[in-house]
């Protein structure tokens, strides 16, 4: 990135540059940091607080994390949460990826038809609000409505219909694959977007050596896409942890039936804003934040330092 | 041949399944939304007809929600948002790019913090500001959170564009005496516009459809965004489901009219290389 600068920059007076430099990048700087940053940092400051009926503010360390992770009365909603959320991420992980690789597999043979068609449906439901996709499934999921029981008995599946989005031990997992129909669209852009990236010629030899479409794919194409697929890892996980309006919009805050679809997010939202009795706690809800904060860290580095850098010696 | 001629269909055989797996419940929900009560119950799979077709689920909802007020808002802050997310995005991209200057990559780290990080986990200190700065519960506060957040992702989308615009333009422009502020706005912002899709995708779209910043920032109807407004719709009418219909179908159409238009340019700018 040594690339000598033109003259004509190189010339300009110190003040000058430096004006120039402050209006190019200062509004952008100057609303990133004080609308971003600078919350971030006092949530995590404001964890270390606690706040009395009057709104006195007193400092007490990190008593409010000994509390989320120690005291049974909020550990245990806690460690509910965190334990579905990465459930959530796993069913993501499981489910949503591999279509998602699946699909760009198939989109990116040669010789098929309608391509753009296909993308254009398959990634319509991710362009949609989460509230929209929620409320949709809600309806058609409903045994008041129908719908879905009635499309299992029409092959012959009708027993199999449940509630599901209203049983505790299917709540959780429905709305994750409900998460994953709207966002399978994501993992398939992006890796079809590598997959067109492979040069031909790596295609074309293994063709002339005689191997069918189903093994290029997999011994040729799908690991030269292996950083992209640590990349769309990577999102799903924020994504994942960060997770809150289809919760909040399919079964509300108190993420029912039991918690059981409770996650992070809703968790975070509860405390931080309280719910039918319950008054809100905006520092143990900071606390929340700086909690979800490092594990989404955590998870970052993970990538950044661990798969990220194994990856880039396969890199094309 | 014919082994390969198989192949082809089955193909084609999954993908029509996918994308009609993908548009299927889309397609239902609008679809009941122009029916009879009646109808939407005794056959949910039937196209609408003369005897069944009625508009009395978006009556109510024109009746009994401020539904235009809420549109619009979602309008302004989107608009908004999106000039200025491209704008001072486009801005800082480029003298990230052009200019090296000591701690330009350390800045350019700093911008790219919150790609990764999301901005709602400083929800609690965003809505203590705002209250102090008497912004709460107005349109301003919300474009300039989602300023903030649509940021980072917009300069490195658009800095990956900068980097593919040939040196010799600017260069040109530099040898005949072009001042660099022209250089910017008249040279290369015109050749950026390729790129707008794929950064509306990424930071635009979230924007218009985030339920979250709404909910924690507004709290009186004439400052509810579409999405927010929608919800609460739809939690108070639940058992009508007419209305219901009406106003998810009011909620997906425009999303998804603007979508069809600009697809092929939106799917081309997200596989040109801007995310690789």
Known sequence: MAEPMSQVVASMPRGRFLALMALFLGPSVAVYTLFSIYPLIATMALATYTTD???????VGLANFVTLLADSVWSKPFWNAAWNNLIFFAVHMAVQNPIGIALAGLLSL???RFKSLYRTAIFLPTMLSVVIVGFSWNLILSPLWGVAEGALKSVGLGGWFAPWLGLPS??????ALISVWQFVGIPMMLI?????NIPDELVDAARVDGLGNFRIFWHIKLPLVLPTIGLVSVLTFVGNFNAFDLIYSVKGALAGPNFASDILGTFFYRTFFGYQLQLGNPTMGAAVATVMFFIILVGVCFYLFVIQRRMRRYAF | MLKQRAETLGVHVILIAYSLIAIGPILLVVMNSFK???????APLAP????????????????????????????????????????????AAWALTEYRFRGSTALALFLSIGIMVPIRLGSVAILKMM????????LTALILVYIAQGLPLAIFILSEFIQQIPKDLRDAARCDGVPETRIFFEVIAPLLRPAIATVAVFTIVPIWNDLWFPLILTSSDSTHTITLGVQQFLGQYITDWNAVLAALSMAILPVVAIYVIFSRQLISGLTAGAVK
Request: aromatic share 12%; glycine share 8%; proline share 2%.
């Open chain 2, 48 to 91: 609408p007809n003369a005897d069944t077709f009625s508009l009395v689920g978006y009556a109510k909802v024109f009746h009994a929600s401020h539904v235009v007020t809420y549109f619009g808002n979602s309008l302004i802050v989107t608009l908004a948002s999106m000039v200025l997310v491209l704008l001072l995005g486009a801005m």
């Open chain 2, 36 to 42: 009879a009560r009646k109808a939407i119950f005794g």
């Open chain 2, 131 to 138: 209250r102090a700065a008497g912004l709460n519960d107005t």
């Open chain 1, 110 to 112: 040669p010789g098929i």
């Open chain 1, 53 to 59: 009926s009057a709104g006195a503010y007193a400092f």
């Open chain 1, 192 to 196: 079809y977007a590598a997959l067109l």
């Open chain 1, 170 to 175: 299917t709540a959780l997992a429905t709305l």
